[in-house]
C-alpha cells in the first residue's frame, strides 16, 4: 500500500496499478469515516502543510481534515497572508518548508507547471491540487471512486463530461485517468470550449450535449468559469444553460441509473438545473466525503513509500 513514486503531479503516465491500489486504498479510508472513526494513526509524526494560491473550499478543507483524521501535523499557508507577498519565490518557499521537516506539501497555483517545478525542488512529497488549466489529479481520483462505488468497474463505462472543457483541469486528469482504466470519455462543449489537442488524446467530442448523454453511465457537469465570460467564448450565460446545461430531460436520454456528477463549486441553473443536482441519481454530495476519503489514502501512501 505504498506509491513507488515520490508526488502525485498529474494522471498522465499513472498506470492502472496503481490507479487501482489508490482506489482500493480510498474504500478502506471510507470505511473510517463511515464509522466515525476520525482519529486514526495513519499518519502519526508526519507533517503536512497546503500552500494554496487560488481559492478553494473543498480541496484545501478535505486535505486538512484528512491530515488531521490521521493524527499529522497539519498548517496552511494562504499565499495571500505568507511571504509570497513580499517577493519569496515558489522554490524558496519550498525549501523554507523542507527545512520546518514537512513531509507533504500540497499545491495549488494558477500556473500549469508549478507543482512540477516545486516537486524537483524539494525533499517533501508534493501533490498537485489544481495548476492552471493542466492538472487536477485528486479530483479525477475521487470522481472515478465514486463511479466505481456505483458500477463496481469503470471498464467500459461511458462517461459523458459537459462544459467547458477548454479552462477545466478536472476534465483533462478526468481523461487521463478514465482512459487509463477502460472508460470512455465524450466530451460535449460549445466549439470555443474544445482545446485543439483533444482530439489527439483519443477521445470523443461532441458539440451536441444530448448526443453525447445518450447511453451515458456517468454525467458530469463542468464549472462554467464565469470569470472568463468576458473573453466572448460565448455568447451570454442564459443562452450557454439554454444549449449546455443539464437537466431532466437531458438526463433522461442517459441509461437508466446513470449518476450524476460535478466538481464543484457548481453553478446552480448554469451548467445543470437545481433539482437535478440535488436529485436521487446525483452524487455530487457523495463526491465531497470520498474526496476525504481519496486524499487520506493519498496522503498514507505518498508517506509509506520509503517503508516499501
Ligand atoms: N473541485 C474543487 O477543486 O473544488 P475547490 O475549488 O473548492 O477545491
Redesign the pocket.
Known amino acids: 500500500m505504498a506509491l513507488k513514486r515520490k508526488d502525485l503531479l498529474g494522471l498522465r503516465g499513472v498506470s492502472r496499478e496503481e490507479i487501482e491500489e489508490i482506489l482500493t486504498t480510498a474504500r478502506q479510508m471510507k470505511e473510517f469515516l463511515t464509522k466515525n472513526q476520525k482519529k486514526t494513526p495513519h499518519l502519526q509524526g508526519k507533517s503536512i502543510v497546503t500552500l494554496f494560491y ?7 478543507m478535505s486535505f486538512e481534515l484528512a491530515s488531521k483524521y490521521m493524527s499529522a501535523a497539519a498548517a496552511n499557508i494562504s499565499a495571500s497572508a505568507s511571504s509570497v507577498q513580499k517577493g519569496e519565490t515558489l522554490i524558496d518557499t519550498g525549501c523554507t518548508l523542507d527545512q520546518m521537516g514537512t513531509d507533504v506539501i500540497i499545491i ?1 497555483h494558477p500556473m500549469g507547471g508549478a507543482p512540477h517545478l516545486l516537486a524537483k525542488n524539494v525533499r517533501a512529497s508534493v501533490i498537485n ?2 495548476d492552471g488549466m493542466n492538472e ?1 489529479p485528486t ?1 479525477a481520483l475521487l470522481d472515478m471512486f465514486t463511479m466505481q462505488e456505483r458500477y463496481g468497474s469503470l471498464e467500459g463505462l461511458k462517461v459523458a463530461i459537459v462544459g467547458d472543457v477548454a479552462h477545466s483541469r ?1 476534465a483533462r486528469s478526468n481523461i487521463w485517468g478514465l482512459t487509463t482504466m477502460g472508460a470512455t470519455p465524450v466530451l460535449a462543449a460549445p466549439e470555443t470550449f474544445i482545446p485543439m489537442d483533444m482530439a489527439e488524446l483519443g477521445v470523443q467530442i461532441n458539440h451536441d450535449v444530448d448526443s453525447a448523454v445518450k447511453d451515458a453511465d456517468v454525467v458530469m457537469g463542468l464549472r462554467m468559469q464565469l470569470e472568463r465570460q468576458q473573453a466572448g467564448l460565448f455568447p451570454s450565460v442564459r443562452e450557454y444553460s439554454e444549449f449546455f446545461g443539464l437537466d431532466d430531460r437531458r438526463l433522461a436520454l442517459a441509461k437508466p441509473g446513470a449518476i450524476i456528477m460535478h ?3 457548481m453553478n446552480r441553473g448554469v451548467e445543470m438545473t437545481s433539482a437535478l443536482a440535488d436529485c436521487d441519481q446525483s452524487r455530487i454530495r457523495e463526491q465531497v466525503t470520498n474526496g476525504v476519503a481519496v486524499r487520506m489514502a493519498l496522503l498514507f501512501m505518498l508517506t509509506r513509500r520509503n517503508l516499501g
Not at 487560488?54 to 484545501?60: A, D, F, L, P, V
Open positions: 487560488e481559492n478553494s473550499t473543498r480541496t484545501r495549488r491540487a489544481g487536477h479530483q478536472v466538481p464543484g463549486p
